[in-house]
């Protein structure tokens, strides 16, 4: 039930709830996100709409953007955990595309 709200007054102690983290790392490689966009079903690349591919990772639910020059971020997450996760799971595409180019 929500509380009513009184004109003037501010409730010092709202109780909240966290929606979306965003967090950004450095692979340390220059990617090739058109290869990487081909060679992965869940990574989105169209250079016109967007410098960055879009990987959308399902478990946990976040969206990591990844760049030419290797950085990323990782947007969605609802904690940390979620977050080194989702950055592994980003980490594996990455390295899977890095192993079938060599």
Do not use: W
Request: hydrophobic share 40%.
């Amino acid at each position: 039930m929500k509380k009513a709200v009184r004109k003037g007054k501010i409730d010092a102690n709202p109780h909240f709830k966290i929606e979306n983290i965003v967090a950004s790392a450095d692979l340390g490689v220059e990617l090739d996100l058109y290869a990487i966009a081909k060679s992965s079903a869940d990574v989105d690349y169209e250079p016109e709409q967007f410098p960055g591919a879009i990987c959308k990772i399902h478990n946990p639910k976040t969206a990591i953007l990844l760049f030419k020059n290797g950085k990323i971020i990782c947007t969605g997450a609802k904690t940390e955990e979620d977050i080194k996760k989702a950055i592994g799971q980003v980490v594996k595409i990455v390295r899977n595309y890095i192993l079938k180019k060599s």
